[in-house]
């Protein structure tokens, strides 16, 4: 192979920023200034030793923190510790949360989440206050129900009204305390939850236009007057008929709608009347026949959010699984994913492939499962989800794989049968197998330089062979990322990079 001297040392830096092996002691010089693009990768592209997490919660480099509060391979426990960061981007940071956002958001820590809701601003200038911090707290999902559930007796004000957001999980004395609390900050939450039951309330909230009307029409009590305004909408009426609140009478008249999807979601609601629930399941529309039949009655709301789920999923992959989930306020009874696990209906089947806390002997089932959205669900789901499962979900669906490389049930060897593969990235992925019979030779010249670089950083190659490849500017980042690489020889190249010791 030919070799170049003229290799650019920041193609080095890379390689070495994203060297799964590289010791503690040679990824702390790339904290470095002069490590340029390196930085970036190292702080917010992959898992770091303790020891460069710890020396980068104390960086004096602000935007080293932001990224490092944004790594999502980094703990929640890990990121949570600049939460008094003493500036504000960085506590933002640490509010929102993981970029990109997992499929699966962990949530904070709860001495973490307990100082960012009790946070106050100290009366300087700052790019971010306290209120916009909690906001980015707010859509980040990092603060679960069940921790403002635990929360409903704190002894702090602002922790205890974050129980108000489980509304429906409270009792009726949970909800009492609330709304008879001490301090008015806590009354203030409660008393709204109190007025979204309120038909009259509102009706007297209910604006125009915006969001928070559709948020009203699908979620809070209806007056007569705005189930009427509404019945004239389309768009309304779509809104109301998934409504918990909306009268008897409008479902029922709902439920013979002209638009198919009104009717759809009308089979969707837990609390149908039998004879009802009957004349959808022979509705003229297949879409609203299979809603209502999939679930006979009785039904919970959480057995229906769960279903809803996963046609939700299905409308908008286009062919890919999207897979996010997030923790609902109540789940389902775990012998209603059993019974699902061996429904005839693929909707259930899916949504118990979506239950991490399935039996092994179920896992085994849907992972034979004949239709293969089915086995690809339980590989993105599922902490026993067999190995070729999720093999076969990496390579059939692109839109997991971001999700799928993080996760250790991938394997990462044996796959010798995938170098020719069509797609680049199924390709990079058997190329960094170290297991393969021989390197990986002519998947250094790849047409893409995912492909490229992955094979270079396969740790079959060594000695004179990864210095050639270390060599050549098409392979010089990943044979710079090859585990194989001694400590020594990894300082050489931040050394000739100008990277100071």
């Given at each position: 192979?030919p070799?170049?001297?003229?290799?650019?040392?920041?193609?080095?830096?890379?390689?070495?920023a994203?060297?799964?092996?590289?010791?503690?002691?040679?990824l702390?010089?790339l904290?470095?200034?002069?490590?340029g693009?390196?930085?970036?990768?190292?702080?917010?592209e992959?898992?770091l030793?303790?020891?460069?997490?710890?020396a980068?919660?104390?960086?004096?480099?602000t935007?080293?923190?932001?990224?490092?509060?944004?790594?999502?391979?980094?703990?929640?426990?890990?990121?949570?510790?600049?939460?008094?960061?003493p500036?504000?981007?960085?506590r933002?940071?640490?509010?929102?949360?993981?970029r990109?956002?997992?499929?699966?958001?962990?949530?904070?820590?709860?001495d973490?989440?307990?100082?960012?809701?009790t946070?106050?601003?100290?009366?300087?200038?700052?790019l971010?206050?306290?209120?916009?911090?909690?906001?980015?707290?707010?859509f980040?999902?990092?603060?679960?129900p069940s921790?403002?559930?635990?929360?409903?007796?704190?002894?702090?004000?602002?922790?205890?009204?974050?129980?108000?957001?489980?509304w429906?999980?409270?009792?009726?004395e949970?909800?009492?305390a609330?709304?008879?609390?001490?301090?008015?900050?806590?009354?203030?939450?409660?008393?709204?939850r109190?007025?979204?039951a309120d038909?009259?309330a509102?009706?007297?909230?209910?604006?125009?236009?915006?969001?928070?009307?559709?948020?009203?029409l699908g979620?809070?009590?209806?007056s007569?007057?705005?189930?009427?305004?509404a019945?004239?909408?389309?768009?309304?009426r779509?809104?109301?008929?998934?409504?918990?609140?909306t009268?008897?009478?409008?479902?029922?008249?709902?439920?013979?709608?002209?638009?198919p999807?009104?009717?759809?979601?009308v089979?969707?609601?837990?609390d149908l009347?039998?004879?009802?629930?009957?004349?959808?399941?022979?509705?003229?529309?297949?879409?609203?026949?299979?809603?209502?039949?999939?679930?006979?009655?009785?039904?919970?709301?959480?057995?229906?959010?769960?279903?809803?789920?996963e046609?939700?999923?299905?409308a908008?992959?286009?062919?890919?699984?999207?897979?996010?989930v997030?923790?609902?306020?109540?789940?389902?009874?775990?012998?209603?994913y059993?019974a699902?696990?061996?429904s005839?209906?693929v909707?259930?089947?899916?949504?118990?492939?979506s239950?991490?806390?399935?039996?092994?002997?179920?896992?085994?089932?849907?992972a034979?499962d004949?239709?293969?959205?089915?086995?690809?669900?339980l590989?993105?789901w599922?902490p026993?989800?067999?190995?070729e499962?999720?093999?076969?979900?990496?390579?059939?669906?692109?839109?997991?794989?971001?999700?799928?490389?993080?996760?250790?049930?991938?394997?990462?060897?044996?796959?010798?049968?995938?170098?020719?593969?069509?797609?680049?990235?199924?390709?990079?992925?058997?190329?960094?197998?170290p297991?393969?019979?021989q390197p990986?030779?002519?998947?250094?010249?790849?047409?893409?330089?995912?492909?490229?670089?992955?094979?270079?950083?396969n740790?079959?190659f060594?000695?004179?062979?990864?210095?050639a490849?270390?060599?050549?500017?098409?392979?010089?980042?990943?044979?710079?990322a090859n585990p194989g690489?001694?400590?020594?020889?990894?300082?050489?190249?931040?050394d000739?990079?100008?990277?100071?010791?």
């Amino acid at each position: 192979m030919p070799i170049s001297s003229t290799v650019p040392t920041d193609l080095w830096l890379r390689g070495v920023a994203a060297n799964p092996g590289a010791p503690a002691d040679v990824l702390l010089r790339l904290l470095d200034p002069a490590a340029g693009e390196a930085r970036r990768i190292l702080c917010e592209e992959r898992c770091l030793p303790d020891e460069v997490v710890d020396a980068l919660v104390t960086h004096p480099e602000t935007k080293l923190r932001r990224s490092l509060a944004h790594n999502p391979h980094v703990s929640p426990a890990q990121r949570g510790r600049m939460v008094r960061d003493p500036h504000s981007l960085v506590r933002g940071a640490v509010a929102g949360g993981p970029r990109p956002r997992p499929r699966q958001v962990l949530p904070l820590p709860d001495d973490v989440l307990i100082t960012l809701l009790t946070a106050e601003d100290s009366g300087e200038r700052v790019l971010l206050r306290a209120g916009e911090i909690l906001q980015e707290l707010a859509f980040s999902h990092q603060m679960s129900p069940s921790f403002r559930y635990r929360m409903r007796g704190h002894e702090h004000p602002a922790v205890r009204a974050t129980a108000t957001g489980v509304w429906g999980r409270l009792t009726a004395e949970e909800r009492h305390a609330l709304v008879t609390d001490p301090h008015p900050d806590v009354r203030k939450a409660a008393e709204y939850r109190v007025r979204e039951a309120d038909p009259a309330a509102m009706e007297a909230e209910i604006p125009d236009r915006g969001h928070y009307r559709w948020l009203i029409l699908g979620s809070y009590a209806l007056s007569d007057a705005v189930v009427e305004e509404a019945m004239a909408d389309a768009e309304s009426r779509l809104s109301i008929a998934g409504n918990p609140y909306t009268p008897a009478g409008a479902v029922a008249r709902l439920a013979r709608d002209t638009d198919p999807g009104v009717r759809r979601r009308v089979a969707s609601r837990a609390d149908l009347d039998p004879a009802l629930w009957a004349e959808l399941a022979q509705d003229p529309d297949e879409s609203v026949r299979t809603r209502a039949r999939v679930q006979p009655l009785p039904r919970t709301t959480a057995e229906c959010s769960a279903v809803d789920h996963e046609l939700s999923e299905a409308a908008s992959r286009d062919g890919d699984c999207l897979c996010f989930v997030l923790e609902r306020h109540t789940e389902p009874d775990p012998v209603w994913y059993r019974a699902c696990a061996g429904s005839e209906d693929v909707l259930l089947r899916l949504a118990a492939a979506s239950c991490a806390t399935l039996p092994a002997d179920l896992v085994a089932r849907l992972a034979q499962d004949p239709h293969e959205e089915v086995r690809h669900r339980l590989a993105s789901w599922h902490p026993l989800a067999p190995a070729e499962t999720v093999l076969a979900a990496f390579v059939a669906r692109p839109l997991q794989r971001p999700h799928l490389l993080t996760q250790s049930r991938l394997p990462r060897t044996g796959l010798a049968h995938l170098l020719d593969h069509e797609d680049p990235e199924v390709r990079a992925l058997a190329a960094a197998d170290p297991t393969l019979g021989q390197p990986p030779v002519r998947l250094l010249t790849d047409p893409d330089e995912r492909v490229r670089r992955a094979a270079a950083g396969n740790p079959l190659f060594a000695g004179d062979a990864v210095e050639a490849l270390l060599h050549d500017p098409a392979t010089a980042e990943g044979a710079a990322a090859n585990p194989g690489l001694p400590a020594a020889r990894l300082h050489e190249l931040l050394d000739r990079a100008g990277v100071p010791r």
